[in-house]
Structure formats: C-alpha cells, structure tokens
C-alpha cells in the first residue's frame, strides 16, 4: 500500500496527477488524485508550432544554402579554372597501346577512357584517322578510381608529355580540336595551345554554374587558313561538331537502354568490348553490369524526356541520322568534309561507333541509309587516311 502511495505522489510529482482535497463527515481534510486530462487543442498547437518552427529552419536552411550558393556562382562567373600542368605522371598502369607504324608527330599520348563512352570513341577516332600512337587506361566507370588523380572527374581526359612534365587535355572536343591545330603547325605547342582554351565559369541553360571551354569547337590557324579551305567550310565544320555533341549524342543514350533488357545487353557488350575481364576483378565487373545496366536504364527515360526524344525513341534516332545524311547528300560529296572526312565527320562516326554492338546500331543500319557513309568513314580511319594530310 505504502508504495502504491509512493508511486502516486511520484506520479502527481511529475504532474500526471492532479491532487484534490476534500473534508470528510468526521472533518478530516482528504485527498484524492484524477488524472490530468490534457486539452486536445494544447496538442494541436503545439504540433503546429513545433511544424512551422521546423518548416521554417529547413526553408531558412535551403534559403541560406541556396544564396550562398547563388552568390559563390555568381563571384566564379567568368573566373578561370586553371589546369594544373603534371610534374609525374600519375602511377597508373595502362590497359593497353594502340601503336600507329605511320606515326610521325611524336606525341606520347595516355587516354584515360571507357571504351564505350561516345566521348572518347570521338578522340580515338581522330587519333586513328592521323595515325597517332597512344596508351589507353580503360577507367571503372562505377569506382573511377584510374582518374582519381585528377579534379576533373569525367572521360575522356588525354594527358600529353611536354617539355615541363604533363599537360591534362579535359573534354573531347577541346582535345581534338588542340591535336588537329597542332597537327596544322606543329610549331604551336600542346601546352601553349592549352592556354588558348581557357577553362570559364558560366551559367548554363537550366541555371546551373559549371565550368566550360567555350571555344572548344575552335581550331588555332593564327588568322593563316590552311590550304583548301575556306571559312564558310572551317564554319560548317564547327557547327556540325557541336550538333554531334549536343543533339545526336543525346539520341544514343535512351535507344541502347531502352528496356532493362537492352540495358542489361549493352552492359555485357561494354564488358566484352572494354575487356572488362582482364582489366577489372570479377566483384567489380559484377557491380557495374548489375549497378550500370539499372541506373542506365532509369536515367534512360529522364534523358528521352529531357531531350524531348518521340515514344517511339528509335524514330528519334533514324530522324536525327537521316538529318546527316539529308545534308550530306545535299552537298554532293561523300562526307561532310566533301571528299575526305573532316573533323565532324569523324565526331558523328566516332559517336555512332560507340554503340556498335548494340541493337539499336543494327536497327539504325537496318532502317536508313547511315551505313554506306558509316562504312567509308570507317575505312578512312582503320587505313590512318589523315597521315597522308600530315605529310603534306
Ligand atoms: N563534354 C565532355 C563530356 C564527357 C562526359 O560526359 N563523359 C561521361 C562519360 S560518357 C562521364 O565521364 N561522365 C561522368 C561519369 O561517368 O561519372 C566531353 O566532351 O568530353
């Protein structure tokens, strides 16, 4: 009993109990406990203060980020990001050499890549077509520990020697748009060339700060053309290249992961032709078929949405690809580049190259036209047809 009534007063201590007193017929004053009821509104209040005060430190939160964040972009725009010039070369072994007999630039060349990424499909197939040697480091796309070097964390990154060390060259188009102007004059060196593409902060379309080269389409002539050409045709060529990079490329994605089949098909082709096999153990070729072929396929429909693709995502592909063609025909020649490849040539066939062994290739093959100019490209760049160019 003594400590039912302990436990009571502890009870009516903590405040659950309310003590009431009375005077019994004897005129002994008594007391007795009820409960406190608390008042359901005092809940209600206090759950909406509770929510407005939460409401507004995550909003004041996302505000302060937000700002701070708007205002960090807005004191980078226009600023520079310097890339940093290599004093080593970073210990990473290569995955293999791609020697080139006819090569005559003496250029040491190391491609950080995937095989598969339409990127540097694109810079392989200009240092192909030139006959340039070069190392590859095939890089895990999932794990990126190959590049971990670098703060630049996307492929395709070639790091050149010269004469101080090693000068990375981020982005494709840059790349080859610097190895073709070198090419022209070999007096102009990787890393001076370098400077001329300067790596700027600006605001894309959506908002988003990023750093970009923004003339990475142009080519160093130092206001002398180089014979047989013409700025009309330098002109198409920029404008072709940028179509290869910001709306072909952008067909590709949604048509070889167009269901979790074909993603999962493509994944096992990007293994077998990137010789996954030999270059990654078999836990991490595990993680990025099943990882890679989920995520892609997912990402797959965000992309067709974003670039607006048709449903039916292989009309878009066959539209695009009949688009080239239209304007090739137009021109009467064989290329674009009129009767040798030029550098847009090369970007759409090193795009299209990329996916090669996927059925939406075969399907594409099938449906238009694209192959008679795919196969004489191909040729072009198998036989380092652009050496001769470099001869002369
Ligand atoms: N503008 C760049 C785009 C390069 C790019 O987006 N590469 C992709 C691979 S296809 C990449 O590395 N993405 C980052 C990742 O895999 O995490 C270029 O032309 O080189």
């Given at each position: 009993?003594?400590?039912?009534?302990?436990?009571?007063?502890?009870?009516?201590?903590t405040?659950?109990?309310?003590?009431?007193?009375?005077?019994?017929?004897?005129?002994?004053?008594r007391?007795?406990?009820?409960?406190?009821?608390?008042?359901?509104?005092?809940?209600?209040?206090?759950i909406?203060?509770?929510?407005?005060?939460?409401g507004?430190?995550?909003?004041?939160?996302?505000?302060?980020?937000?700002?701070?964040?708007?205002?960090?972009?807005?004191?980078?725009?226009?600023?520079?990001?310097e890339?940093?010039?290599?004093?080593?070369?970073?210990p990473?072994?290569?995955?293999?050499?791609?020697?080139?007999?006819?090569?005559?630039?003496?250029?040491?060349?190391?491609?950080?890549?995937?095989?598969t990424?339409?990127?540097?499909?694109?810079?392989?197939?200009?240092?192909?077509?030139?006959g340039?040697?070069?190392?590859?480091?095939?890089?895990?796309?999932?794990?990126?520990?190959?590049?971990?070097?670098?703060?630049?964390?996307?492929?395709?990154?070639?790091?050149t020697?010269?004469?101080?060390?090693?000068?990375?060259?981020?982005?494709?188009?840059?790349?080859?748009?610097?190895?073709?102007?070198?090419?022209?004059?070999?007096?102009?060196?990787?890393?001076?060339?370098?400077?001329?593409?300067p790596?700027?902060?600006?605001?894309?379309?959506?908002?988003?700060?990023?750093?970009?080269?923004?003339?990475?389409?142009?080519?160093?002539?130092?206001?002398?053309?180089?014979?047989?050409?013409?700025?009309?045709?330098?002109?198409?060529?920029?404008?072709?290249?940028?179509?290869?990079?910001?709306?072909?490329?952008?067909?590709?994605?949604?048509?070889?992961?167009?269901?979790?089949?074909e993603?999962?098909?493509?994944?096992?082709?990007?293994?077998?032709?990137?010789?996954?096999?030999?270059?990654?153990?078999?836990?991490?070729?595990?993680?990025?078929?099943?990882?890679?072929?989920?995520?892609?396929?997912?990402?797959?429909?965000?992309?067709?949405?974003?670039?607006?693709?048709?449903?039916?995502?292989?009309?878009?592909?066959?539209?695009?690809?009949?688009?080239?063609?239209?304007?090739?025909?137009?021109?009467?020649?064989?290329?674009?580049?009129?009767?040798?490849?030029?550098?847009?040539?090369?970007?759409?066939?090193?795009?299209?190259?990329?996916?090669?062994g996927?059925?939406?290739?075969?399907?594409?093959?099938?449906?238009?036209?694209?192959?008679?100019?795919?196969?004489?490209?191909?040729?072009?760049?198998?036989?380092?047809?652009?050496?001769?160019?470099?001869?002369?």
């Amino acid at each position: 009993m003594a400590v039912a009534h302990k436990f009571a007063r502890f009870l009516q201590r903590t405040r659950f109990l309310n003590k009431n007193y009375y005077t019994n017929e004897n005129g002994c004053t008594r007391s007795f406990c009820t409960m406190i009821q608390q008042p359901k509104t005092l809940n209600i209040k206090r759950i909406g203060v509770i929510s407005a005060a939460a409401g507004v430190l995550v909003g004041g939160t996302y505000a302060y980020y937000k700002i701070g964040k708007a205002r960090k972009s807005i004191d980078l725009e226009g600023t520079q990001q310097e890339t940093v010039l290599l004093k080593y070369k970073p210990p990473i072994p290569s995955s293999r050499r791609v020697i080139s007999p006819i090569d005559t630039t003496g250029l040491k060349l190391t491609l950080f890549q995937y095989q598969t990424c339409p990127f540097c499909s694109k810079v392989r197939t200009v240092l192909d077509y030139y006959g340039i040697s070069y190392d590859v480091v095939e890089v895990n796309p999932v794990l990126r520990k190959e590049i971990g070097w670098s703060p630049y964390k996307k492929v395709p990154i070639l790091l050149t020697k010269v004469d101080e060390g090693y000068q990375p060259l981020n982005d494709s188009s840059m790349i080859i748009s610097l190895i073709a102007s070198h090419l022209y004059d070999k007096s102009y060196k990787v890393e001076d060339l370098a400077n001329f593409y300067p790596n700027i902060g600006i605001l894309d379309e959506e908002g988003n700060f990023k750093f970009e080269i923004i003339n990475k389409y142009f080519l160093m002539f130092n206001n002398q053309l180089p014979k047989n050409r013409t700025i009309n045709d330098i002109t198409e060529e920029r404008k072709w290249r940028k179509w290869a990079d910001e709306v072909f490329v952008h067909v590709l994605s949604p048509n070889v992961y167009r269901t979790i089949d074909e993603s999962y098909k493509t994944f096992r082709w990007f293994s077998d032709v990137g010789n996954w096999e030999e270059y990654f153990p078999l836990w991490e070729r595990i993680l990025v078929v099943n990882v890679g072929a989920t995520a892609m396929w997912l990402i797959g429909k965000k992309l067709k949405k974003k670039h607006r693709l048709k449903n039916d995502v292989r009309q878009s592909l066959y539209d695009e690809a009949n688009f080239w063609l239209r304007n090739i025909r137009a021109r009467g020649t064989t290329f674009m580049g009129g009767n040798k490849p030029d550098l847009s040539d090369l970007a759409v066939y090193g795009v299209l190259k990329s996916i090669e062994g996927c059925d939406a290739f075969q399907d594409l093959r099938a449906n238009t036209k694209i192959g008679d100019w795919y196969d004489a490209v191909k040729e072009q760049v198998d036989t380092h047809a652009g050496s001769m160019k470099l001869r002369n």
